[in-house]
């Protein structure tokens, strides 16, 4: 494969680009590649690990036996393992950037329970003005998550700013904010704050105990580290992380998508941004950062933390408001802003959010909805599928067929 060191960021959306992606709206695919099918005791254990998770509902099968599952679940953010992107995203050689996700849970995902995914193209909206790149798309892709009997555990909305990297180097928004270098008075504080996190675990939190205006948290994740971002992508996988001969197939197929980055002398791809700060610095980011599906997880684990083994989270949502570099703290913080019963299901909303050591938004304030158990109505009622997403999974084509028309 010989070809001309290039950056990925030379390529620009043009018109028919766009076109080309916009005519793929509401086309559902099957994930072409999956790093976890099946939710094996160490699929959920390293991803339990990757997000710093310790509730013995995922990793103790004596102790989850007793408990109203009567064996191991998954945290419902393992969802994320199994595949980070379902569909056809296109616009290829133009930089994604996690920016926010919806997530409606329908059941849990129950040890060995196997994992298909589909995905689609929601939505494409320019974006009349960036501060951070030129010419820019929020879009938004639709997956579903089924497992072997072909119920739908899962449905998730996830929104990625698709920008001209060169543009956002140039204007460097993000340069210049120096790592916070802590001193062991400030170490002791966030220890003690790590220590201090609290798994409710057995105790059911009934519905009728619940009010408005009770906290979750706070819960620390940080400072953030290289060896963090290894972690999570021992549990969560990668979609373009491959060795040898298998990342040579991949970038001949997709030579576009791959970043030469001059400080480096590599030509590597741009999923490196999370591990190296060459490679953040060439979309105008300082250091090295997170991973969207990652804070979007530790907010997962904020909730489960909270609500006890008794509850299921069946709607989160969260927004990605500033870089996540590496040094950077994130506390997460919630309340409850709301309590009401909707279909024989006793049910709290809660408003959460996330702030840095220079007290920045890492997430604004977002809603999410837990399912209690109550004394009066009994445990929890899981929700249903809409009928519209059932149909949607009937008409699903399968893999094998649309590789071998060559659709994806």
Same mark, same amino acid.
């Given at each position: 494969?010989?070809?001309?060191?290039?950056?990925?960021?030379?390529?620009?959306?043009?018109?028919?680009?766009?076109?080309?992606?916009?005519?793929?709206?509401?086309?559902?695919?099957?994930?072409?590649?999956?790093?976890?099918?099946?939710?094996?005791?160490?699929?959920?254990?390293?991803?339990?690990?990757?997000?710093?998770?310790?509730?013995?509902?995922?990793?103790?099968?004596?102790?989850?036996?007793?408990?109203?599952?009567?064996?191991?679940?998954?945290?419902?953010?393992?969802?994320?393992?199994?595949?980070?992107?379902?569909?056809?995203?296109?616009?290829?050689?133009?930089?994604?950037?996690?920016?926010?996700?919806?997530?409606?849970?329908?059941?849990?995902?129950?040890?060995?329970?196997?994992?298909?995914?589909?995905?689609?193209?929601?939505?494409?909206?320019?974006?009349?003005?960036?501060?951070?790149?030129?010419?820019?798309?929020?879009?938004?892709?639709?997956? =579903?998550?089924?497992? @072997?009997?072909?119920?739908?555990?899962?449905?998730?909305?996830? @929104?990625?700013?698709?920008?001209?990297?060169?543009?956002?180097?140039?204007?460097?928004?993000?340069?210049?904010?120096? %790592?916070?270098?802590?001193?062991?008075?400030?170490?002791?504080?966030?220890?003690?704050?790590?220590?201090?996190?609290?798994? &409710?675990?057995?105790?059911?939190?009934?519905?009728?105990?619940? @009010?408005?205006? !009770?906290?979750?948290?706070?819960?620390? %994740?940080?400072?953030?580290?290289?060896? !963090?971002?290894?972690? *999570?992508?021992?549990?969560?996988?990668?979609?373009?992380?491959?060795?040898?001969?298998?990342?040579?197939?991949?970038?001949? &197929?997709?030579?576009?998508?791959?970043?030469?980055?001059?400080?480096?002398?590599?030509?590597? =791809?741009?999923?490196?941004?999370?591990?190296?700060?060459?490679?953040?610095?060439?979309?105008?980011?300082? &250091?090295?950062?997170?991973?969207?599906?990652?804070?979007?997880?530790?907010?997962?684990?904020?909730?489960?933390? *909270?609500?006890?083994?008794?509850?299921?989270?069946?709607?989160?949502?969260?927004?990605?408001?500033?870089?996540?570099?590496?040094?950077?703290?994130?506390?997460?913080?919630?309340?409850? +802003?709301?309590?009401?019963?909707?279909?024989?299901?006793?049910?709290?909303?809660?408003?959460?959010?996330?702030?840095? @050591?220079?007290?920045?938004?890492?997430?604004?304030?977002?809603?999410?909805?837990? +399912?209690?158990?109550?004394?009066?109505?009994? #445990? =929890?009622?899981?929700?249903? #599928?809409?009928?519209?997403?059932?149909?949607?999974?009937?008409?699903?084509?399968?893999?094998?067929?649309?590789?071998?028309?060559?659709?994806?």
């Amino acid at each position: 494969m010989k070809e001309a060191k290039r950056r990925g960021t030379e390529t620009k959306i043009t018109e028919e680009m766009i076109q080309e992606l916009l005519g793929e709206k509401g086309i559902e695919y099957p994930a072409r590649r999956q790093f976890n099918e099946v939710a094996t005791k160490d699929a959920i254990r390293h991803w339990a690990d990757a997000i710093g998770d310790l509730n013995p509902l995922w990793r103790d099968e004596e102790y989850a036996r007793k408990t109203l599952y009567g064996g191991l679940i998954a945290p419902p953010t393992w969802l994320f393992s199994t595949t980070m992107m379902a569909g056809r995203m296109g616009l290829p050689g133009v930089h994604g950037m996690h920016s926010g996700t919806d997530w409606h849970f329908h059941k849990p995902v129950w040890l060995n329970d196997r994992i298909s995914v589909t995905g689609q193209l929601h939505e494409l909206i320019e974006k009349t003005h960036s501060e951070f790149a030129g010419r820019s798309f929020l879009q938004i892709m639709r997956q =579903v998550y089924r497992n @072997q009997k072909g119920e739908i555990v899962a449905e998730l909305f996830t @929104q990625t700013i698709r920008h001209e990297r060169d543009a956002a180097r140039e204007k460097g928004k993000y340069y210049g904010i120096t %790592k916070h270098v802590y001193n062991d008075e400030e170490l002791e504080v966030i220890w003690a704050a790590i220590e201090r996190e609290e798994i &409710r675990g057995a105790p059911p939190r009934y519905w009728e105990d619940v @009010q408005v205006g !009770d906290k979750l948290g706070p819960m620390l %994740k940080g400072p953030l580290s290289v060896r !963090d971002e290894v972690g *999570w992508l021992m549990g969560a996988g990668s979609p373009f992380f491959r060795a040898h001969k298998i990342e040579y197939e991949w970038e001949r &197929r997709h030579p576009h998508t791959l970043e030469y980055v001059e400080e480096t002398g590599e030509r590597d =791809v741009p999923e490196l941004v999370h591990i190296f700060d060459a490679f953040a610095r060439t979309i105008g980011v300082e &250091r090295a950062y997170d991973y969207g599906c990652q804070r979007m997880s530790w907010l997962g684990n904020l909730y489960t933390n *909270w609500m006890g083994d008794d509850a299921f989270l069946w709607k989160m949502r969260g927004d990605l408001r500033v870089f996540n570099q590496m040094g950077d703290i994130t506390t997460f913080e919630g309340k409850v +802003i709301k309590k009401y019963i909707e279909d024989g299901r006793c049910c709290v909303d809660i408003e959460a959010w996330g702030k840095n @050591q220079r007290d920045e938004w890492s997430m604004r304030p977002n809603p999410a909805t837990v +399912i209690l158990p109550s004394r009066e109505y009994g #445990p =929890v009622v899981y929700p249903n #599928p809409s009928v519209k997403l059932m149909k949607e999974a009937e008409e699903a084509r399968p893999l094998d067929e649309l590789i071998k028309e060559g659709i994806i």
